[in-house]
């Protein structure tokens, strides 16, 4: 690995060192860097727990365990300056033991690791957000035997890379990243690569991986929360397009949980959602300007009075100063999974769009132009 030095136009290697040189520990060192900076590996991890011992009959810790985007456990093992010979096995061990954590297992895990190492927060939240979901109902955790191993160190022992590769045969997600410090003068640098498989090997197993599964099963698999929603979904648009409401006409069902249309002002839209315990008409001011959909907010909000009194269900008025986007909802609790109650919930959907519709699109719609020509506009 080499600097550049810019200003005389040359490089500097920096000198490659090994952990124990340098006084670096597993734990304390390795391990920290990798809990506060998963990504490091190369892709999105939310880390659950450190040192994990809540295995029965066994005194045994993992280092690091993580979800990845799929909501599947990965074992993180950590060597330094030599993977050992046994850290195969031993990681295999720990990918069987977490293998029966249920769903609620694992979030009581995952809280006693905010609780402890970072100050508290929900954990329900944070993996509904990683996983970029609305409520944890519709999260699957630790499906099947499908629990992933990472192994880390400066140097892998035969054994290891032999069983790793044996592993990635059949169908086991396992994979070996070198880790390799350097110095240069008085700072410290870490070099972290794929190994195994290499990033192009990756792309290419993945895709022979879902050409073998396509072929097995051409239709797919759909989980059955996403069937639902199409279903819900293709009654709803069929609703309101016998109704005649101009905006759906040329909308389809899909298996999200969300159905959008516009107000007429670009990236202004009014959005159906859809879930297992509620649903909401909500107007999104989403536009790629985080400033200019505050301001549209606020200019809103200072006649909240006006429609909050246009609409038979409370407002939720959410700026969001964290978020590009605010949102303007009404909502409804419901058992939106019990079919017997959707022809209700279509009513409920159908009125308070109405309603929205006739509350805000014309007033968004002036102030957008408002925004762009910069005349003023006067609401009410």
């Known amino acids: 690995m080499f600097q550049v030095n810019r200003s005389e136009n040359r490089l500097r290697k920096l000198e490659e060192r090994r952990f124990s040189d340098l006084a670096l520990r597993e734990r304390e060192h390795l391990q920290e860097w990798l809990a506060n900076q998963p990504d490091a590996l190369g892709e999105d991890l939310l880390i659950i727990q450190k040192e994990f011992d809540g295995f029965a009959d066994t005194r045994e810790r993992l280092d690091l365990l993580a979800l990845d985007k799929d909501g599947q456990l990965v074992v993180i093992e950590n060597k330094l300056d030599d993977s050992g010979r046994d850290v195969a096995w031993q990681a295999l061990k720990y990918a069987a033991y977490v293998s029966s954590l249920t769903k609620t297992q694992i979030i009581d895990i995952f809280q006693s690791y905010l609780n402890r190492y970072r100050g508290g927060g929900s954990a329900v939240s944070l993996v509904c957000e990683f996983l970029e979901v609305e409520e944890m109902d519709e999260v699957v955790l630790n499906a099947g035997q499908s629990q992933r ?3 880390i160190a400066a140097k892998f022992r035969k054994e290891v890379t032999s069983t790793v590769l044996w592993l990635r045969e059949h169908r086991i997600d396992a994979r070996c990243f070198k880790v390799v410090p350097y110095v240069f003068a008085d700072e410290l640098f870490v070099d972290i690569q794929p190994v195994i498989p290499t990033p192009e090997a990756a792309d290419f197993m993945i895709s022979m991986a879902e050409k ?8 797919g698999v759909q989980r059955w929360s996403h069937e639902v929603r199409q279903e819900f979904w293709e009654r709803l648009l069929e609703t309101f397009q016998s109704r005649g409401l101009e905006r759906w006409q040329n909308i389809g069902a899909s298996k999200d949980h969300w159905l959008t249309s516009s107000t007429g002002a670009s990236s202004c839209n009014l959005v159906l959602i859809f879930l297992r315990h509620e649903i909401r008409v909500e107007l999104q001011l989403n536009r790629s300007n985080a400033e200019k959909n505050k ?3 606020d200019q809103l909000a200072a006649n909240a009075n006006q429609y909050d009194t246009k609409i038979d269900t409370p407002l939720d008025w959410r700026r969001m100063d964290d978020k590009k986007v605010s949102i303007i909802s009404c909502k409804q609790p419901v058992q939106g999974y019990t079919k017997e109650n ?19 699109a014309e007033p968004v719609r002036k102030l957008a132009t408002q925004a762009r020509s910069g005349d003023s506009v006067r609401l009410g």
């Open 149 to 151: 191993l990472i192994f």
């Open 212 to 219: 073998e599964t396509e072929e097995k099963s051409a239709k």
């Open 295 to 297: 301001g549209l907010f």
């Open 342 to 360: 959707w022809p209700d919930m279509i009513e409920w959907l159908a009125e308070h769009y109405r309603q929205m519709e006739q509350a805000f």
